[in-house]
């Protein structure tokens, strides 16, 4: 596979997650594209997608290991803390069905 194809592939992959899956900060609901994380995470995932469907126990891990940055910066959360638990099942769902079309 080229570069060219596998950036279209990340970049396709992004695309899903950031309009699946959001942050809750009481109760407003911020998009994992707007929020410019969507990216980050497929990279992430990618390398895993190419062999498997990520488990909820990579699914967590990695998640966990993703700062979000507050307040420009003076704190920083795992994604894991910020995503509902119906979203990261919308997750995990978006990942098997993006390995099926893979």
């Not at 420009?72 to 910020?82: K, M, Q, S």
């Amino acid at each position: 596979m080229t570069n060219a194809s596998t950036t279209q592939i990340i970049e396709s992959l992004a695309a899903e997650i950031g309009d699946k899956v959001y942050l809750d900060i009481t109760g407003w609901h911020l998009y994992l594209s707007d929020a410019k994380l969507h990216t980050n995470l497929a990279e992430k995932f990618y390398p895993i997608l190419t062999q498997e469907v990520p488990s909820e126990s990579q699914v967590v891990e990695i998640l966990q290991g993703v700062p979000v940055k507050l307040g420009a910066g003076r704190r920083e959360v795992p994604l894991i803390d910020l995503l509902p638990m119906q979203c990261q099942i919308d997750l995990i769902e978006t990942l098997a069905e993006f390995r099926e079309k893979m």
